[in-house]
Every structure is written in structure tokens, then in C-alpha cells.
């Protein structure tokens, strides 16, 4: 099997990665491994078609304009 390297990343995404993988009850090499491999498995085409599912989930309904709220909300 394969080893890779990864030099020079920054501390606070190390801390970061060991805290996503105490959540999910892994070692770091394990988490860093789910990682990996989830990241090459998901394609392209997988991305759209997810996005197809959510756009379909939403297709013939309106939304109101937000811009009211969010300038209220700034305002606070």
C-alpha cells in the first residue's frame, strides 16, 4: 500500500483534523485516510447529480426577496 507525505501544514488545521477525528472515535492517520478517499471517490458527476436532486427538491416554488431582512438584521 502506498504512503504519503504531507509537509508543511499549518498547526491549526492539524488541531482541527485530530478534533474531527476524536468526534468520529478514529485516529488521526485513520481520519485522514476517510478523508482521502472519500475526496477521490466523489466525482464530478456525482457533484451534479446531487445537485439535480436538490434543485429538483426546490424546482416550481418562489422565494421572497430577503434583502429586507437581512438590512434590518444590520441595523441591530
Do not use: C, W, Y
Not at 504531507?6 to 485522514?32: M, W
Not at 485516510?33 to 427538491?57: C, F, H, P, W, Y
Amino acid at each position: 500500500m502506498a504512503e504519503v507525505l504531507v509537509r508543511g501544514l499549518d498547526p491549526a488545521i492539524v488541531e482541527k483534523l485530530k478534533d474531527r477525528a476524536r468526534r468520529n472515535h478514529r485516529s488521526l492517520q485513520a481520519e485522514l485516510k476517510s478523508i482521502l478517499e472519500q475526496a477521490a471517490t466523489n466525482s464530478t458527476g456525482d457533484l451534479r447529480a446531487a445537485m439535480k436532486r436538490v434543485q429538483a427538491l426546490f424546482a416550481g416554488r418562489t422565494f421572497s426577496d430577503s434583502a429586507a431582512l437581512i438590512r434590518q438584521d444590520r441595523v441591530r
